[in-house]
T-cell receptor
Framework: GDSVTQMEGPVTLSEEAFLTINCTYTATGYPSLFWYVQYPGEGLQLLLK?????DKGSNKGFEATYRKETTSFHLEKGSVQVSDSAVYFC?????????????FGKGTKLTVNP | DAGVIQSPRHEVTEMGQEVTLRCKPI?????LFWYRQTMMRGLELLIY????????DSGMPEDRFSAKMPNASFSTLKIQPSEPRDSAVYFC???????????????FGDGTRLSIL
């Protein structure tokens, strides 16, 4: 079945450091890919998405590029801030059968220290 | 705009009791999802509805769990009888119809933190 694998955390960085959170997927067909972010005590929020190969999603300084050849969707940010501390989830949605199910990775906790 | 509203935010009860979690989706959204989040298993989809009809309940762990959506603005997730292993954060999410580009994001509520003693 479809699955998402993302790097295990926790990840701890200093402010202004470069961030990469790796995400790879297994899916039949051509899924849409998402990154969601969960701040403490809150639900998940969509951070960015990409719907086809070579698309780049971006938001709030975060970027991720849909790489079909490596089945990856790594999340990057050039300079993290303390306010970026959260749990980040990679997810996919397959288009087969008209399903609306999102398949999530296990999440990566990011802590940014001042 | 009001987001997805869940109640209660916290629930503590003794095992064997019935627990009812409530969700109000965003107005106009056609899909409603119930998730469970634990440290061990991460985020699991339990069930989702389209236009108030259950579409996929394959994630519901066992018969003790049931979900209903009597109308477009309300859904419940019920656990009867509850057990300590049901302790988790339960999220409700909603999204618009697929037809609008096919990739509408899911909007999550803030969750219900459930503790079964």
């Amino acid at each position: 079945g479809d699955s998402v694998t993302q790097m295990e955390g926790p990840v701890t960085l200093s402010e202004e450091a470069f961030l990469t959170i790796n995400c790879t997927y297994t899916a039949t067909g051509y899924p849409s890919l998402f990154w969601y972010v969960q701040y403490p005590g809150e639900g998940l929020q969509l951070l960015l998405k990409a719907t086809k190969a070579d698309d780049k999603g971006s938001n709030k300084g975060f970027e991720a590029t849909y790489r079909k050849e490596t089945t990856s969707f790594h999340l990057e940010k050039g300079s993290v801030q303390v306010s970026d501390s959260a749990v980040y989830f990679c997810a996919l949605k397959t288009r087969q059968g008209g399903s609306e199910k999102l398949v999530f990775g296990k999440g990566t906790k990011l802590t940014v220290n001042p | 705009d009001a987001g997805v509203i869940q109640s209660p935010r916290h629930e503590v009860t003794e095992m064997g009791q019935e627990v009812t979690l409530r969700c109000k989706p965003i107005s106009g959204h056609d899909y409603l999802f119930w998730y469970r989040q634990t440290m061990m298993r991460g985020l699991e989809l339990l069930i989702y509805f389209n236009n108030n009809v259950p579409i996929d309940d394959s994630g519901m762990p066992e018969d003790r769990f049931s979900a209903k959506m009597p109308n477009a603005s309300f859904s419940t997730l019920k656990i009867q009888p509850s057990e300590p292993r049901d302790s988790a954060v339960y999220f409700c999410a909603s999204s618009e119809v697929t037809g609008k580009g096919g990739n509408q994001p899911q909007h999550f509520g803030d969750g219900t933190r459930l503790s079964i003693l």
